[in-house]
């Protein structure tokens, strides 16, 4: 997650924050009840909420299952109803996170792929991982599957018994609810695909 002075004036303008509370105080939920739903911590959904922070894709998809949304709503002016999406590249959110991020937080890089569809099954994203040491990697879970395809770099993905090194080309589809990891071993950022599909 990044701190407000650190957020681009593109995501300040997707309004995550308010969404999010809109979304909860439509469903009359505190942010105890939330918490409770969700699995995740009040003080961070406090931080959502006054866009302290900018939560990464899991915690999104935590979100979108409680409110029943589709996690394009998060990124997205207007809902529609088409049979056909385009979106441009100039159209893509790029939500990004400095080097001095708390410990704890995930730290990749990812960009929508496809933010108008609100009522798809897969949410399609483009992740940039920066180059870090093991003790840095933060393990995540969300219910669905995950698909990442590596375009550039070296990659390592790591559960709690599994680790796997990925070089460009190589591809991975795992069941998103184990606790896994990824991180960056070259010299430079590594640039994936990653498709998650959420569970109903």
């Known amino acids: 997650m990044q701190h407000t002075d650190d957020v681009s004036r593109e995501v300040q303008a997707l309004n995550l924050g308010a969404k999010v509370r809109d979304l909860r105080q ?20 406090d931080q959502i909420e006054a866009e302290m922070v900018v939560p990464p894709v899991a915690t999104l998809l935590k979100l979108a299952k409680a409110f029943n949304v589709g996690l394009a709503y ?12 385009i979106t441009r590249k100039s159209e893509r959110t790029r939500l990004e996170r400095r080097p001095h991020h708390r410990e704890g937080e995930v730290t990749y890089i990812y960009e929508t792929l496809e933010n108008k569809k609100p ?13 870090m040491d093991t003790a840095e ?22 559960t709690v018994d599994r680790v796997e090194v990925l070089e460009p080309g190589d591809s991975i589809y795992f069941d998103s609810d184990i606790s896994h990891s990824f991180r960056c071993i070259g010299d430079a950022p590594a640039k994936a695909v990653v498709v998650v599909w959420s569970r109903p």
Do not use: C, N, W
């Open 26 to 45: 439509k469903f009359r939920y505190t942010v105890q009840d939330l918490a409770a739903k969700t699995g995740l911590e009040k003080e961070l959904l």
């Open 74 to 85: 998060f990124f997205q002016d207007e809902l529609t109803g088409q049979k056909i999406s």
């Open 119 to 131: 009522e798809k099954h897969m949410e399609p994203f483009l992740v940039e991982f920066p180059v």
């Open 137 to 158: 990697m933060v393990f995540v879970s969300h219910e669905g599957e995950e698909f990442l395809y590596l375009m550039e770099g070296r990659l390592e993905f790591r």
